[in-house]
């Protein structure tokens, strides 16, 4: 089992910044990778970005040159560095880790994004 605790949320406004941590415990030894996903109300949960256990990324589409993930294996500790603040970022952003066959989820950390 691998327990995941997200961090970092709040309020902020339009072209501000904001840094998501994700605190993994537990079974972490071999996670095949680890990312963020974020669900707004009314829409499906989305994929955000990802890091794989070699260090490369992937990120979607909407985040790219905006957001930056990251990842402290001293510290068991996944980041998502997030700039330049839209509006539409505002959702319910969810840290998840694959290992195997299995995705762990954490329980969420709100990013509301308002003037």
């Known amino acids: 089992q691998v327990q995941l605790v997200e961090s970092g949320g709040g309020l902020v406004q339009p072209g501000g910044s904001l840094r998501l941590s994700c605190a993994a415990s537990?079974?972490?030894?071999?996670?095949?990778?680890m990312g963020w996903y974020r669900q707004a109300p009314g829409k499906q949960r989305e994929l955000v970005a990802v890091?794989?256990?070699?260090?490369?990324?992937v990120y979607a589409d909407s985040v790219k040159g905006r957001f930056t993930i990251s990842r402290d294996n001293a510290k068991n500790t996944m980041y998502l560095q997030m700039n330049s603040l839209k509006p539409e970022d505002t959702a319910v952003y969810y840290c998840?880790?694959?290992?195997?066959?299995?995705?762990?989820w954490g329980q969420g950390t709100q990013v509301t994004v308002s003037s």
């Open positions: 998840s880790a694959r290992k195997g066959y299995s995705t762990y």
């Open positions: 537990g079974s972490i030894f071999s996670i095949n990778a």
């Open positions: 890091i794989i256990s070699d260090g490369s990324t």
